[in-house]
């Protein structure tokens, strides 16, 4: 007989209920995790992405381009610089570059399945020889296998660059390579040296007007971008990518290469005749506008050449060990009339005069006597004229012919010292001129203060003594006392024109300044061109010319001029 079983009783199968919720719970907690584990690995990778596509983009960006292509830089045509009446003073042609892959040597040299009949050796010496360069100095950049571009050298001549890519070809070389380049050229050598100035070897401009004018002449630089493949060696032309070159701004300038000549010419002569110790310069000044018609210094240099010394008194202080190679080549490249100052003596003597003039303390009227000599308060010594024995009486255009120091001493003291210190300054005495030049200095006087507590400064002031001045600044200010009375800045760039001829920027001549009436430069003119034909400067005269000038001479002693 069957029996009877509970009706509640348990499935042996099922779990107890407290065992459901700790598996519940370890599977909620499970989930959990992931989650977190999902979101965090979600943002280390944002931020691990971001990081490399945003914040590293473009350094990436560069790396993988420079990985992948080869660029070239292609140079600018510099702008050429053309005297006043159209002669070419400085001009840039085509040119190439010798370079070299050490890289691509060293792995030409290392691939056994296409072996090369050359070594770095016998290459070396080869380009040794073409580019009259140093063999070892050659070995050194190829013994470089990690680089891919080490210059041999800069911009050398077509003729030069046929040699090499002849010998390229012929002997299957791989790894060197030329590059169209740009070279500047001097027509005419040495002729305004100082003021043109030359470029480096990185095409940027050194000196004069080559280094002032750097940015309007030099242009923008060109690119050539090439793919290249795994083993560095440019993909198909296809690949290649030009980027045009923006040729250099052209200068007209206010030198005329004929006036420029024939200041040179005279210069040298005189350095030749008396070997001045320290050189020479020499300016020619349009006093109408404050161009620069002509402007040179001795020692000279050829500028095709600029690092060879070449003056005769140079090279004697070098073998002398006075000078180094260095410093000789920084005095042939110093421009003189804008870098260094000297006492001007009795050329001075023109402002002395304007001054005075201007001021109504002398008139064409007066008359000076000279004995000789002056005494002056507060100096015990005498103060000597050029002629000991004395100009007797003179009239104020006979004593600016015989250059009378007494007399001039007179004039400046009717000035006064408060006002012949106003007149220094409103010629333009106590600044820089602001010429379109580098390396422009300024001249050496006193202080307003001590000059005016001390009537002897007034007194060798007024004859060109006890300070100094540079070429630039005393010639601006003579220009002054001569055109009317107005002071011009000087200046050489007289335009600045793209490669088109069209004008970009044009010198503005606007005088700065009246310092004296015209009425006063007038006499002022009559009085010095009465020096040339009739005073102290009668070597100055020219057949059919009206010449006014004034003679000058430092004496340092102080005593007399």
């Not at 296809?238 to 300038?253: A, I, K, M, R, T």
């Not at 015990?380 to 000991?388: E, M, T, V």
């Not at 088109?500 to 006063?520: A, C, F, K, W, Y």
Request: negative net charge; contains cysteine.
């Amino acid at each position: 007989m069957p029996q009877n079983f509970p009706t509640n009783r348990q499935n042996p199968n099922r779990k107890d209920e407290s065992i459901r919720r700790a598996n519940r719970v370890i599977q909620t907690r499970t989930f959990v995790l992931m989650l977190i584990m999902g979101i965090g690995m979600f943002f280390l990778l944002f931020f691990k992405l971001y990081n490399l596509q945003i914040t590293r983009h473009e350094e990436l960006q560069a790396k993988a381009v420079s990985q992948q292509t080869r660029s070239s830089v292609v140079t600018a045509s510099r702008g050429a610089i053309y005297d006043a009446s159209g002669n070419i003073l400085a001009i840039s042609s085509t040119a190439e570059t010798i370079f070299l892959s050490p890289k691509e040597i060293n792995d030409a040299l290392n691939d056994e399945e296409n072996p090369v009949a050359w070594t770095k050796e016998v290459l070396a010496a080869a380009l040794a020889k073409i580019l009259d360069v140093s063999e070892e100095g050659i070995l050194k950049k190829m013994a470089r296998t990690d680089s891919m571009y080490e210059v041999l050298k800069f911009r050398v001549e077509e003729d030069i660059a046929d040699q090499v890519r002849q010998y390229i070809n012929d002997n299957k070389v791989k790894g060197v390579y030329l590059t169209t380049d740009a070279k500047r050229y001097y027509p005419y050598g040495d002729l305004a040296a100082q003021v043109i100035g030359f470029v480096g070897v990185d095409y940027t401009g050194l000196f004069g007007l080559e280094a002032e004018y750097d940015k309007e002449l030099q242009g923008q630089s060109g690119l050539v971008v090439t793919a290249k493949a795994n083993q560095q060696n440019d993909l198909l032309y296809e690949y290649s990518q030009y980027f045009d070159p923006e040729n250099g701004d052209e200068l007209q300038v206010t030198l005329e290469a004929t006036v420029q000549y024939y200041l040179e010419k005279g210069m040298k002569d005189m350095c030749d005749a008396y070997s001045p110790a320290n050189g020479a310069t020499g300016i020619v000044l349009d006093v109408r506008n404050g161009g620069i018609l002509a402007m040179a210094s001795f020692p000279n240099y050829d500028l095709n050449d600029y690092a060879t010394v070449t003056d005769k008194t140079l090279l004697e202080q070098m073998e002398r060990g006075e000078l180094d190679e260095e410093g000789a080549q920084q005095k042939q490249w110093r421009n003189k009339a804008l870098n260094d100052t000297y006492e001007p003596g009795s050329t001075f003597k023109i402002l002395t005069l304007a001054a005075a003039l201007e001021e109504g303390k002398v008139t064409k009227n007066s008359t000076f006597y000279c004995s000789g000599s002056t005494h002056v308060q507060g100096w015990n010594k005498a103060i000597y004229c050029s002629n000991h024995s004395g100009h007797g009486q003179q009239t104020l255009i006979e004593a600016v012919g015989h250059s009378c120091n007494p007399a001039f001493i007179s004039m400046g003291l009717s000035v006064g010292t408060e006002t012949y210190y106003k007149y220094l300054k409103s010629f333009g005495l106590m600044d820089k001129t602001g010429i379109d030049m580098i390396g422009e200095v300024k001249g050496i006087f006193q202080d307003e203060k001590s000059f005016n507590s001390q009537v002897v400064s007034l007194a060798s002031y007024s004859f060109g003594q006890t300070f100094n001045v540079t070429p630039i600044e005393l010639i601006r200010a003579q220009a002054a006392c001569v055109n009317g009375g107005y002071l011009y800045q000087p200046y050489i760039v007289e335009q600045v024109l793209d490669e088109d001829g069209n004008v970009l920027s044009q010198h503005d001549s606007t005088p700065v300044r009246q310092v004296i009436s015209e009425e006063t430069s007038a006499i002022v003119r009559e009085a010095l061109e009465y020096v040339v034909s009739s005073g102290s400067g009668k070597n100055g005269r020219v057949a059919g010319y009206r010449i006014g000038g004034k003679t000058g001479t430092a004496d340092k002693t102080g005593t007399k001029d």
